[in-house]
């Protein structure tokens, strides 16, 4: 939706860049609060909008036990709604989960952001069973008119 900049960036900026997101990560993970997780399955909710990518992890029950945004992670403006940012969230959360890994996850996936299709792919290689993805992206039965499309 619109044009992309695209921005030359030197060595030592890309270098810079991996190592703050690193570190974001390390730091994440560090964070993880102590929630027993009850069962072996859970669910995953994969929320993609033009902006962001939020991801949360749930059990069985549907009580959250971790989640993570890019904008936790430290990306900032376009860059949350890339798919290297949700494939990086992917990332930190099954990091988070290592003292109670879940093995069958359901993934749940709402939006219609460019980070959608590259969460749901970091998820399948983390190693769990997908017992079955399915999409809960909200359509209108042709209820309000939606806002004009917008023009830069």
């Not at 900049?5 to 030197?10: F, R, S, Y």
């Not at 860049?17 to 997780?37: D, F, G, H, I």
């Not at 003292?99 to 219609?112: D, E, H, T, W, Y």
Request: charged share 25%; glycine share 8%.
């Amino acid at each position: 939706m619109g044009k992309k900049k695209v921005i030359a960036q030197t060595v030592e900026e890309t270098l810079k860049e991996e190592q703050a997101l690193t570190t974001a990560q390390k730091k994440a993970s560090e964070k993880a609060p102590e929630k027993n997780v009850v069962g072996s399955t859970g669910q995953v909710h994969i929320k993609s909008t033009y902006n962001n990518t939020i991801i949360s992890v749930a059990d069985a029950q549907g009580n959250v036990i971790i989640w993570s945004s890019a904008g936790s992670l430290g990306f900032r403006g376009p860059k949350k709604a890339t798919p290297y940012a949700a494939t990086k969230i992917v990332e930190t959360v099954f990091e988070k989960m290592k003292k109670n890994p879940l093995k069958r996850v359901s993934i749940f996936v709402k939006g219609i952001g460019t980070g959608r299709e590259s969460a749901i792919r970091a998820i399948a290689a983390q190693g769990v069973e997908v017992i079955g993805i399915k999409d809960l992206t909200p359509v209108p039965h042709n209820g309000c008119r939606p806002p004009k499309v917008r023009r830069v």
